[in-house]
């Protein structure tokens, strides 16, 4: 096994010593202290840890270091910002998407790998794909309005 984990991450390369017993999620929270990605059930169950990991969305909670040697991982933080934020964050703004804002870094990779794959995805295909997040906010409904109209965005030339 290496000693170090070699991968990119929000587009800068990133090395880190490999500790066997750490997740992504311990090292993005508490070595790399990017707070966004959040911990919440600790099984990959509720979403609220997802990242996107070579374009897929993966609870990071449940993702040994070793498996992201070599790969490029992308967290909210690496999505947009505040001066160039994302068509899905600007959509989730005006939709007003969220409350108490607890899961959506993570619906936001899921829909971000969704409309990397797909870009412009039906109604059921984004329903499916935020379908393993747990939000109890009600918010599902402009969730899905603020998906729609990103894909829009993304498509227009």
Same mark, same amino acid.
């Given at each position: 096994m290496s000693q170090t984990v070699a991968f990119r991450l929000n587009g800068q390369s990133v090395s880190v010593p490999n500790d066997s017993g750490k997740t992504l999620l311990d090292l993005l929270r508490n070595t790399l202290q990017l707070k966004a990605t959040r911990m919440g059930c600790g099984q990959g169950q509720c979403g609220a840890c997802r990242v996107m990991l070579d374009g897929?969305?993966?609870?990071?909670? %449940?993702?040994?270091?070793?498996?992201? %040697?070599?790969k490029t991982v992308t967290t909210v933080e690496g999505l947009g910002n505040r001066s160039a934020p994302h068509a899905l964050q600007t959509a989730f703004i005006e939709e007003q998407a969220m409350q108490c804002g607890f899961c959506t870094s993570g619906i936001l990779m899921s829909a971000a790998a969704l409309l990397q794959r797909q870009p412009q995805p039906s109604r059921a295909d984004i329903v499916q794909a935020i379908d393993g997040h747990l939000c109890r906010c009600g918010a599902h409904n402009r969730v899905v309005r603020a998906i729609e109209k990103a894909a829009v965005r993304l498509a227009a030339p």
């Open positions: 897929h969305a993966v609870a990071a909670c %449940e993702t040994p270091l070793w498996a992201i %040697e070599g």
